[in-house]
Every structure is written in C-alpha cells, then in structure tokens.
C-alpha cells in the first residue's frame, strides 16, 4: 500500500485506474482461469467512490486516500452491498450503517471494493465444514495450490479460515490489502496457507460493533496485507476507540505502529520457543510438525538467532494450552461428508453460548431487507431449504440454540472465567513472565492459546512447505511464522515480524496469478 501510495503522489497512478485494474484482475483469476472465488461481491459504487479520489492524494489525515479494500462479508456496510456472512437464510440483508472499522477506512479515504468470501458464519455453523466455504459463496480456493478433490470439491490445500476469501484476494493481487476477523485462527491461519502478514490485535484494539459475531470475548477483526509496514498502516487507522463497543475504553496504543519497524528491531529480543528437546511430551506447538515444516521453522529461529535474538526453548505451561476444567462440552457430528459421522466433538462452551446471545444482538440492531431475526429464524430458514443450505449440516447451529441466549447460565460463567484462568494467568502471562519473552509459533498452531486469553499475535511469511492431502501430492504452499505478545504489545511484534521478515525475505507470490 505504500507503493501505491507513492504512486498516487507522483501521478503514475489513479484512483480509478487502480480499481479499474484490480476489476480486471478479478474477472481474470477469480471469476475466471484458476477461479479463486475469493470475492464474494462487489461493491457496485467502488468506481464512483474512486472517481471522487483522483485528485486526492495519500495524507496524514487520509492515509488510505484511493486505496482498494476488501472487508470480509461478515462485516457491515450501510450501502448497496450485502452483509450475509456467507449465508444462504442472510442473502440480499444489508446493514442499517457501517460498521465503525469500515467508517474509519472511508475517512482514512480507502475505497471499499467489496466483500470477501468466508467460511460460513465463520466456521461456528456446521463441524468439519471446509476453510472456505459458505453455502452463499461457495468454496474459496488457495492461489498456490487450486485444485479441488475429485469427490466432494474440498480443496487439495486448504485456503485457510475462516478469513479465507479475504487472505486469498490479497494473496492474488486482487485487492490492495483486506480485512478479516478472527475469534480463534480465523486470521493467522488463512494469513499463514497464503503467504500474508496479518495482525490479531489484542481484543478491543480495534471495535468490533457492525460485525456478525461468533464470541464477542474473542473477536476481533485485523488487516491482511503482503508486508508489515502495511499491516502497520491499516492497524494506524482501525485501533481508536468506540462508544459502541465499550471493550476498546481500555486500549493502549502508541502514535503511530509504523514508528520503529528497522532491521535492527530483534537485536538483543527474548524469543521464546515453545518446544523444549528436554520436554519432549509437552510439545503441541512444533512437536507435530512435518519433516518440511520443522525445517522451515528451524531456519526462521536460525535467522532470529543471526539477528541478535536470544532463544529461549521453554516449553507452555500445559495447564495453559490445555483446556481448563469444564471449558468444553461435547456435540453430536452429522455432518453428512464428515469421515467422523456419528461421534461426539469436543467444543468450546464460550464459543456456542456466546454465539447465540451475540448474533441475535447483531440480528436485531444491525440487520435490515431480511426477515430473519434470530439464531432460530436461521435454523428453520436452513431446515426449509436444506438441499441448498445445509450441505455439511449445522450441529453448532443447533447446539448453541438450545443454550438461554443471555449468558446467565453457570457453566458458561464457570467455563468463560476458566478459560482466562488457563490461557491467560497459566498460559500466557506463565510463559511470558517466567521468561521475559514473546513466543515464536510455527504456523497459526499456537493461534487457540492467545485467542483465549484475549492477547495479540503477528504473522509474516516464513517459507513453502508441500505435503499429501488423502494420497494426493500437493504443490508446494505458505507457513508463516507467528509472533505472540503480551496484551497492547503490537508495536513491538511488528518490529519483530519486519526484523524477521526483511532479513528472511519469504514471501513468494502464488505461481499461477
């Protein structure tokens, strides 16, 4: 974004040409060729909105001015664009105003180019339902490797998710950068299949008021960008604070994330590697890495090393990274193309009580042209067209329905302070103190612990890995390489990733766009 930026200044470049340019981009390789199925729609005022930008150039006050912008389609726009969370009960609704993330991207003068596809109400409806796909918009495919089984078209690698279309449409070149949630891997995962640097910013960084819920203790939306110092730019405009959404009165954050990102960032750092040769058992986090993965992961610690980190091997505290006592309860998977039909699935109780008091919220404030109000108007809307709509079924769906919906119950109370008192004091802030670091994780594999305990990650590509997917060779595709933190700590992982990132220089573009 930078680079386009500059170009704006120097007059190379228009705002309308750029959209115009991404527009033909996305015919080619989305809509077309490889047909990604990254972008969910468009939005149909994208070339008018940058026509009124041309003569505007990138300042302090609107950074982005000019700049295209996908905003995953569980985030609210109050224009002609859908908000459906890729859902067929939510086709055609729309939202009564932006959501705050997306006034502060049009003030910041962004250009909003459309939604982007997802996993469908972001993995929360159905189990083992594919990254990547939504009954609406179908199955979202990863730009490095987009060949589908022959069988039920599951990809070959997967795109990642649940922010899937938004991570693949950077990727591909299809927009200047995008926006994606996450309640737990939703970012860094499809970040780290598709060779991206996001930001899970600690949660109340950025407002999560206007965006489709699955756990508002969780949730959070960040920027998915092809290098740190935009990821830095867009996290300048999204972190402010928000009357709607009283979780953002507490953020700290520094004048400017850009500030600082230099080479020099990682000399004398405390790196913590959750993986102890001395602790061979409690190793869930690179323990159970492929020979290619652990090699990828051994080079990036080697070039921390060369950078002036000290490694720290320490294994997670596994009362930590393991669920406390009475956090997860079980739900009975009939998934229809489930390999594990029939057996119970341990889920996290936060995640299904939380989902049904959350999203009808959102139903009744925020969504208007639909008719549907209420978890259980999309059950009933699913079961009425069930040959459409419920493909991979919708057990979470109907687990959460059967929870009161206002959060009184004690188990979710117990389990909700239970999960804080494992990820959070046992996990993360034991690791952490104990060894005054910040953890490196392979991958989005430490992606659960940080989510539970609320705390921020930074992803930056760290090489390709290949593999076999049901006796299929896949083509070689992403692993990033995860920084986590304490609570407010993004500046200093940024500087960590942009270390990391412009001495390790990893990201290669998808081959075939």
């Given at each position: ?60 006050k609107q950074p982005l001015a000019g700049i295209p912008i996908l905003v ?74 987009p060949a589908l089984m022959d069988d039920h078209g599951i990809p070959v ?211 208007t042209n639909t008719a549907i109000k209420t978890i259980t108007d999309i ?135």
């Open positions: 974004m930078s680079d386009i930026a500059h170009a704006f200044t120097s007059g190379h470049v228009t705002a309308t040409a750029l959209v115009r340019g991404y527009l033909t981009r996305i015919e080619a390789y989305d809509l077309d060729g490889p047909k990604l199925n990254a972008v969910r729609a468009l939005n149909p005022d994208a070339l008018a909105i940058a026509g009124k930008l041309d003569r505007m150039k990138p300042s302090a995953k389609d569980n985030i609210a726009t109050g224009d002609k664009q859908p908000t459906t969370a890729g859902s067929l009960a939510l086709e055609g609704a729309r939202a009564r105003d932006d959501a705050t993330l997306v006034k502060l991207l049009r003030n910041a003068g962004a250009v909003i180019l459309g939604k982007a596809n997802l996993t469908e109400f972001s993995n929360m409806l159905a189990i083992d339902m594919p990254s990547g796909y939504s009954s609406l918009g179908g199955q979202v495919k990863n730009p490095y490797a690698v997967s795109p990642g998710g649940s922010s899937s279309g938004s991570a693949v449409a950077v990727a591909a070149g299809l927009c200047a950068a995008s926006i994606g949630t996450e309640t737990s891997g939703s970012l860094l995962h499809p970040a780290s299949l598709n060779g991206l640097v996001t930001v899970k910013p600690t949660v109340g960084l950025i407002s999560r008021a206007g965006i489709v819920p699955v756990a508002h203790s969780l949730d959070t939306a960040g920027p998915m960008t092809r290098n740190v110092r935009d990821a830095a730019m867009l996290l300048n405009v999204l972190a402010a604070t928000d009357p709607l959404d009283p979780g953002t009165q507490k953020q700290r954050r520094p004048a400017d994330y850009a500030d600082g990102l230099a080479i020099e960032g990682m000399r004398g750092a405390r790196i913590g590697v959750p993986s102890d040769p001395a602790d061979p058992l409690n190793d869930p986090f690179y323990g159970k890495l492929p020979a290619k993965g652990a090699e990828v992961m051994a080079e990036a610690i080697k070039v921390l090393e060369d950078l002036g980190a000290v490694i720290v091997r320490a294994s997670m505290p596994t009362a930590g990274w393991m669920s406390g006592p009475g956090t997860i309860m079980t739900v009975l998977n009939r998934n229809p193309l489930s390999a594990g039909k029939g057996n119970p699935v341990t889920q996290r109780i936060v995640f299904l009580y939380e989902l049904k008091r959350d999203l009808n919220l959102y139903l009744r404030e925020w969504a059950v009933a809307f699913n079961d009425a067209n069930a040959d459409k709509a419920l493909r991979f079924g919708q057990d979470l769906f109907l687990a959460a329905e059967l929870t009161r919906g206002d959060l009184r119950e004690r188990e979710y109370k117990s389990a909700h302070a239970m999960d804080l008192l494992s990820a959070r004091t046992r996990g993360m802030d034991a690791y952490t103190n104990q060894h005054e670091l910040d953890a490196v994780f392979p991958g989005a594999y430490g992606a659960a612990i940080a989510a539970r305990a609320g705390y921020p990650s930074v992803m930056v590509p760290g090489g390709l890995v290949s593999g076999t997917n049901e006796g299929k060779d896949t083509p070689d595709y992403p692993l990033g390489v995860t920084f986590a933190g304490r609570p407010w700590s993004e500046h200093k992982l940024l500087r960590l990733a942009y270390a990391y990132e412009q001495a390790s220089n990893m990201r290669k573009p998808p081959p075939g766009v």
